[in-house]
């Protein structure tokens, strides 16, 4: 069968708009001959709708339109996702996740998923109900087996901890499945795409059926969806694979040979660098900003998410401030002017003292009689917080937050001030793989100073501050940190690894106290397993220590 | 039988803490003569625990209490809610929501949570698994059927619209319970202890048999458990009712007669002030917080705060602060004045306009051609946060965020400004709300002054602003987001009700768009059955409009 993947981006809630782009990608493919043609999970109404789906308009509307598509078609075979209700059911929500088949102008067959995700960023079973059951349905001489995201997860052949009792997919093939669809909508961590290939090689090489698993992509707030559509034939290997990071199109023939696809995953710095891209281009594009404004300080975070604006948004529409203080090394600013030229962007240079010095007159009442503390720091971090904002409302930039995930776990970094912004560009990013990046970046031309890359990391906020005066070493941080966050690993075995308690508690202590910063922090992309944001949810008042 | 209930306060994550709750609590109902003691849902980790579940030397610490407590029994019988696991089973998380039932050294019973609740705040699915069964345990010659909280909400003798199939509570009543026992944490909205004694007051009536129900009391971080356990008899008659936000204890003999309650809820303004206190209260004292701020504007939010503040940590234990601009009325300074005075807090006054000018000054280069607009406006709202930020880092005081609803609803805020703090201690509550909250504050006395009740609400942040120049007036604004938030109606049955398209549409709109803010907002206190912050999801960026 010839089959048309669409790996088209969504706006969540756009109806119209994602309807068009499944009309247009369905008269395309039925133009270059195929005989179905796929989207990804929930398509129609965008990928994670959340509360949306509560409401009735909104699933009204989805209906309406998912009926005005399928009025649309004619032999050729849509799929697509979207969310269907059984009006008939009287308990609980009555509410599906479903892939739709259309032809011949109307719905032809709907399978609901079977397994609803609930963990880390899933909240599925607040909205979905399970399908009661799979079924086959025979078109064009092929018996299908189609499956939602989740319902291929939980091959009892790949994975050693299952998280569900039944296996939908299993069921189909039992049931006599010539060729398995899958739409999907996983979000992006590096090293996912590889695991997913992994896990569906064994499923499609075991159950000896060809797949076709139809990825979304787009970024959705927090969320990437990074494309990498796949089609394994019966022997589990790979015959194509979708562009990542971008949208793509292309047509599979499941009777022909294909060469073997090996290469899944391009290096981490070059993954995360490109999710980060479309991260930031399509919170920009899909709220309507053009352009971005940075707050680059001389250090190495602030120089690559200004590198990530202008890959995203174009060198003419990303705007830098530089923001010194008396603390202000002369190479900060220095350094900051050879970056802003090899990007070729505008910049402004307004210094905070003024505003911290006449800030601290008006307080010298208040605080007479008390040492500087803490206090003056978060002043400098909040005066910058107060020019950048003040900036974003008179242009209309987008501010980029530049916290990296070390600083952003430990709490090292000022509410309201540093960590002001729309966006966490590279919240998800520890500090040590930020110096990957960079790297990377310059791996064929000096474009982030090489002087900006050797500094020893300061907040600049006292004299000769740096950052190991209140953190360990980065690579220690780190190490500590992916364990704790990523590996969900915990203080006994954390410590026996590092080899040093009182360092691991005090990491570990840090993290833990500072969930009430992280509440109020802007909205951080996610490359990772597991980010800071609604993936990971912990009580801000609570006493557990260990 | 006589059972001791026990309503008390447990701080989440602090195990220590709360088993020495428990083996206090045991031990003097035992001296007490009470045969069977019981504490609320998952008392000995504290409820919510959210993600601690996760954490496998949590649950191992949680297990290792709740032996330890066991251990320490006689034959008087002890009930409390905990986490378990089933280290068997290989599917799934194995973990459940349980009540143990200890007596005579030992855990003797179990009974997991058979409806796991996973819609507004709840994300119970993420962590806990559903009892396979419920089972009678006989004990002193009772039959008890024990439940925990969700369990017993699905009863359908009372819901029209049950979420669940399944009714644990029914098949425990089928097996020949004589003494129904529930343990819960059901966070308050008002109304809701009404809602609760109504249905309870059904299923005991038609099950012919008597119920302890235990509830939590305290706030955590932004929910509010309530306490008012209740004893029903089985006519359905309300024996014992336990005290509304404070913690409580008391013997009930299920063989005794008691005259019947009927008083179960306060008016709506005592309630919700009492409610708040606790919260504020709650936040304070488990972080370690004595003092509090609140950024006094001669408003009726910040009034009412403050006068919250007081209740909650004493007067001596509040600091104002007063920041006028050149914009701010004489009235407003007058007026906090007087306030200041009535509550016997200290109190501050430091204008922002020398800052607010320095800032310009510094930014008049950049802003050079364009016209002053919300910029200005926003400027003076975040040195007003500055400030207080300031104050808060040197002095150690809890910073009080002062929005109500309607603002925090259409995003008439300014983040990083006004939005500033730890807690939105109003922020559940409508601006007409507040109204009627400060009348029954000055019900036997002014306390807030008339003339703060009486002006037009302003953010005086330009020359004779009022709030309805970019609002609706209140009561019309409240009515509709009132609809659209806790009633979950939607556009077209609001604007039948409210007879205006245009304005409906408007305020929808702003709320929609207006997520961005309140993604970055201070945890709300929530006293409704819909308040902003985890129990409300909505994608930031998304394109559904009506």
């Known amino acids: 069968m010839k089959i048309a993947v669409c790996q088209f981006n969504p706006i969540i809630g756009d109806l119209k708009g994602n309807t068009g782009k499944i009309l247009s990608g369905y008269m395309r493919a039925v133009n270059d001959g195929a005989e179905l043609v796929v989207f990804s999970e929930l398509f129609l109404c965008g990928y994670p709708p959340l509360d949306l789906v509560e409401k009735k308009e909104f699933r009204n509307a989805v209906r309406n339109a998912a009926t005005d598509i399928a009025s649309q078609t004619n032999h050729v075979g849509l799929i697509f996702g979207t969310i269907t209700e059984d009006y008939e059911d009287k308990i609980g929500t009555g509410v ?36 009661k ?26 994975w050693k901890h299952r998280r569900y009792t039944i296996d939908p997919v299993q069921k189909l093939v039992d049931n006599g499945a010539t060729l398995l669809i899958n739409i999907s909508a996983s979000p992006y961590a590096y090293g996912k795409r590889k695991e997913k290939f992994e896990m569906l090689s064994v499923l499609t090489r075991n159950d000896k059926s060809p797949l076709v698993y139809v990825c979304a992509v787009g970024a959705q707030t927090e969320l990437i969806f990074d494309g990498g559509s796949m089609c394994l034939n019966s022997s589990g290997k790979l ?47 899909k709220t309507g900003f053009k352009k971005a404004l940075v707050g680059l300080s001389g250090g190495i975070d602030s120089a690559v998410v200004a590198f990530i604006a202008v890959k995203a948004l174009g060198a003419k ?122 790297e990377f970046i310059n791996r064929d031309k000096e474009i982030i100073p090489i002087e900006i890359i050797k500094k020893a990391p300061s907040a600049e906020l006292r004299p000769n501050q740096t950052d190991q005066d209140s953190l360990p070493e980065y690579e220690l941080l780190d190490k500590i940190l992916r ?8 203080f006994e075995e954390i410590s026996a690894s590092i080899g040093n308690k009182e360092i691991v508690q005090k990491v570990l202590r840090l993290v833990d106290l500072n969930e009430f910063k992280r509440k109020q922090a802007a909205p951080v992309l996610r490359v990772s397993t597991k980010a800071f944001g609604y993936g990971r949810r912990f009580p801000i008042v609570q006493g557990w220590r260990k």
Chains 1, 2 share one sequence.
């Open 239 to 285: 015959d194509l694979l979708g562009k990542a990071f971008e949208e793509d199109y292309f047509i599979y023939d499941s009777k022909k040979k294909y060469d073997e696809i090996k290469k899944i995953e391009s290096s981490f710095e070059e993954e995360v660098l490109n999710a980060l891209v479309l991260g930031l281009k399509d919170y920009a594009g």
């Open 133 to 158: 059951d799979v079924f086959i349905h025979e078109f064009k001489g092929e018996k299908l087996g189609i499956s939602i995201c989740e319902d291929i997860w939980n091959d009892a052949d790949y």
């Open 317 to 438: 529409n990303v705007h830098v401030v530089m923001m010194p203080s008396k603390y202000s090394s002369h190479g900060s600013v220095k350094d900051s002017g050879k970056l802003i030229e090899e990007l070729g962007i505008s910049s402004e240079n307004i210094s905070i003292q003024p505003v911290v010095d006449k800030t601290l007159e008006m307080l010298k009442d208040s605080f007479r009689g008390l040492d500087e503390n803490i206090t003056e720091e978060n002043l400098q971090s909040r005066v910058r917080g107060l020019y950048l904002m003040a900036l974003s409302n008179k242009h209309g930039y987008l501010l980029c937050t530049t916290g990296n995930k070390s600083e952003i776990a430990t709490g090292y970094a000022t509410l309201y001030g540093d960590m002001c912004g729309a966006l966490a560009v590279i919240g998800d990013v520890y500090k040590t793989q930020i110096y990957k990046i960079a």
């Open 96 to 131: 599906y996740n479903s892939a739709v088949l259309c032809y011949d102008g109307k719905i032809q067959f709907i399978q609901n998923k079977s397994l609803i995700p609930n963990y880390d960023v899933f909240d599925e079973v607040r909205y979905f109900e399970s399908a």
């Open 483 to 490: 364990m704790y966050l990523e590996e969900q690993k915990e």
